[in-house]
């Protein structure tokens, strides 16, 4: 049984201990923040220690999850790594293209895993969405959320659209050729409302819209393919499947023109795949505890959270 502990006990670090004080492959040794009394708190609310420092905490853990603000991942995932600890970093991986890199570096260099923690790619709408997704050559993702404080700390870009840059980037088996992206600040000093367009080199176009100062919370992507339309609501959740019938060219050409009569059940399967039920968090932190055990590369990657970075951070150049 895994030794873990979480570091950072804030809103996300407070479902990690959660998941992880349940889940039977592991061991709950601890928590750590800087504040002490928060740790306190959360150390009494899921019966477990809370550790007066990090070197403590991981002097007694084989695996910790990261849930610090974004601009202390490098450091604090640095110290864990190079304690030798398993780690996994709540998304996005790093401040900077270059801090990811080294912390990419230093898992490779012990044999660590390190997960990224782009939490969607377990919604239990997007697995069932993937398993249908062929070569698509056109994806619309609309994030749209309601103004907090939590979370202003960094561009929208890197709080809400990286969701699905990772999830375009899973989905698209291609390289990415073209980024353009614009962007404007609102309510805070960092751009809170940003749209970017992906071109991939096999024609696939991604168009990507992220706000944190909308009226109600939206979490929908759609994936256009030759023979289907894959429509996912993340929040719902639920997958709407439209996909081409096996009708011959001429006959899908004589209901299209009226030469026959017909309507889109003649030509379309429409389909609602079942939900499994499954709790992301659940599954991401029992996946990142399988990749420690066995000895894998984890589901989400170090180097995918990299590249979602590498594509997140030329956005925002472009913005300015």
């Known amino acids: ?5 979480v570091i950072g006990v804030g809103h996300l670090g407070r479902f990690h201990t959660r998941v992880y004080s349940v889940l039977s492959s ?18 009494d609310e899921f019966s477990t220690r809370a ?11 084989e695996a910790v999850s990261i849930a610090v603000p974004t601009m202390a991942h490098h450091r604090v995932g640095l110290q864990c790594l190079k304690s030798g600890v398993h780690t996994l970093i709540e998304k ?6 270059s801090e990811a890199e080294e912390l990419v570096a230093a898992a490779e260099e ?11 790619r377990f919604n239990q709408a997007i697995r069932a969405a993937l398993r249908e997704i062929d070569s698509p ?5 609309h994030r749209l959320g309601v103004f907090a404080p939590r979370g202003t700390d960094v561009p929208v870009v890197l709080d809400l659209m990286i969701h699905d840059i990772d999830l375009i980037l899973a989905a698209v088996d291609s390289s990415l050729e073209r980024i353009d992206a614009v962007g404007v600040p609102i309510l805070s000093p960092n751009v809170d409302i940003a749209n970017a367009r992906l071109t991939f080199a096999d024609g696939c176009v991604a168009n990507l819209t992220a706000s944190r100062v909308s009226r109600e919370r939206t979490r929908k992507i759609r994936f256009f393919q030759s023979d289907a339309y894959i429509s996912v609501d993340c929040m719902a959740p639920k997958v709407e499947i439209f996909r081409k019938k096996d009708v011959s060219p001429e006959r899908l050409l004589e209901i299209a023109t009226g030469k026959i009569e017909g309507g889109l059940d003649d030509v379309v399967d429409f389909t609602t795949p079942a939900m499994d039920g499954a709790d992301a968090l659940e599954m991401e932190l029992a996946s990142f505890l399988r990749s420690v055990s066995a000895g894998e590369s984890p589901a989400v990657s170090g180097e995918d959270g990299l590249k979602a970075l590498e594509v997140a951070t030329e956005i925002l150049r472009q913005i300015g």
């Open 26 to 43: 592991c061991e709950l040794v601890g928590v750590y923040d800087d504040d002490r009394t928060r740790s306190g708190v959360i150390a």
């Open 51 to 61: 550790f007066d420092s990090m070197s403590e905490l991981l002097n007694g853990v």
């Open 137 to 141: 050559m056109f994806v619309e993702a």
């Open 110 to 120: 012990r044999d660590l895993r390190l997960q990224i923690g782009h939490i969607e």
């Open 1 to 5: 049984m895994l030794r873990v502990g």
């Open 92 to 97: 996005p991986i790093a401040s900077t293209v």
